[in-house]
């Protein structure tokens, strides 16, 4: 039984220390062409045009008084 713990506490030990040594040696890759933003303007237009319309909707009084029924 002893001997089970300490195989145990032996191999959690290891990978422990293992984690710190495998993410060392990761590096990003390079990119090439990218810009940092990201962003393009037909993106741009879209959000500002989401942006006006949830403002509409929001500001609308609509029909609010008239009746549901006839």
């Known amino acids: ?3 089970r713990t300490l195989a145990a506490a032996a191999a959690a030990t290891s990978m422990v220390a293992a ?3 495998v993410a060392a ?3 990003a890759a390079p990119v090439s062409g990218e810009s940092e ?3 393009s ?3 741009a ?3 500002a045009a989401a942006i006006i319309a949830g403002i509409v909707i929001a500001v609308d009084s609509g029909n609010e ?3 549901v029924s006839a």
Do not use: E
């Open 25 to 27: 040696n990761r590096t």
């Open 1 to 3: 039984m002893k001997f």
């Open 45 to 47: 237009i879209l959000a």
């Open 65 to 67: 008084d008239q009746p």
């Open 19 to 21: 984690a710190p040594v």
């Open 37 to 39: 933003m990201g962003g």
């Open 41 to 43: 303007l037909v993106l």
